[in-house]
């Protein structure tokens, strides 16, 4: 999209704004994807490697006093013709005004690149650009960059985010990694989940990639899931599992 729409549409508060990638600016990261559909796990080396490797300037955005609020990543790339323009890699923000506060911070960069594009998986998908925007001239481009394999059930479990207002215990039968089925207890309360294995016989069966789906907030509701071939002997059971992940939206921040 052009920046000049950007520093039309939008207008930032008081933020201070200074550069690089601390532990606090980290932690803000994990803190919010948890809010989405699961955790930031990288290795040790993904950080810098991400920022060599693309070339990124990262930036971080505060009220003054306050601790970080977002976290800015963009690169450079020069224009077909002349000039160049902005494509953000990481864009991370606690809320609504640090959102917009940061699309102004974009939308300045005008002087010096007519446009801005927004990585794939960059944005998580909340309306805040669209929303604000004054001219709807973005352009847009899709695919489907989703490889999620489980390998550590339990631990995937622990680290997701869950909603604290459910309480509730499932039965599942899961397939396991010989072509079987496992027997697993999911308990979700106060905002945290575990899963154990179990001699009970589970209410709702899911494959491995059914598995992957549902983990991801793929889900949305009851019939859904069933149309997508989980099997449920109980339909109650089957609305606790949907509600568990459904609140929390799938976002791939990062691909490669």
């Not at 930036?59 to 977002?70: D, E, K, N, V």
């Not at 077909?80 to 917009?100: C, I, K, Y």
């Amino acid at each position: 999209m052009a920046t000049d729409d950007l520093k039309r549409s939008f207008t930032g508060e008081n933020f201070e704004v200074e550069h690089g990638l601390t532990d606090e600016a980290e932690a803000l990261q994990r803190d919010l994807a948890r809010q989405w559909n699961g955790p930031v796990c990288r290795p040790a080396w993904w950080t810098q490697w991400k920022q060599d490797k693309s070339n990124l300037t990262t930036y971080r955005f505060a009220p003054p006093g306050h601790p970080t609020a977002s976290l800015l990543s963009l690169t450079t790339k020069r224009h077909e013709r002349h000039g160049m323009s902005l494509v953000v890699h990481d864009f991370w923000a606690a809320n609504q005004p640090t959102a917009a506060a940061m699309l102004s911070f974009l939308g300045r960069h005008n002087t010096r690149a007519r446009t801005v594009a927004f990585r794939r998986g960059a944005l998580p998908p909340y309306p805040t650009l669209l929303h604000g925007l004054r001219h709807h001239r973005a352009t847009a481009d899709a695919w489907h960059p989703w490889m999620l394999r489980i390998l550590d059930i339990p631990e995937a479990i622990r680290l997701r985010g869950w909603p604290t207002d459910l309480t509730t215990a499932v039965p599942m039968k899961i397939e396991n990694q010989s072509g079987g089925w496992s027997q697993w207890m999911l308990q979700v309360k106060e905002g945290a989940a575990e899963i154990v294995p179990t001699h009970v016989e589970g209410l709702v069966a899911l494959t491995r990639r059914q598995l992957a789906v549902w983990y991801a907030g793929g889900y949305w509701s009851t019939t859904s899931a069933r149309m997508a071939g989980v099997h449920a002997v109980s339909e109650k059971a089957l609305a606790a599992l949907v509600r568990s992940t459904a609140q929390f939206e799938p976002w791939l921040p990062d691909h490669f």
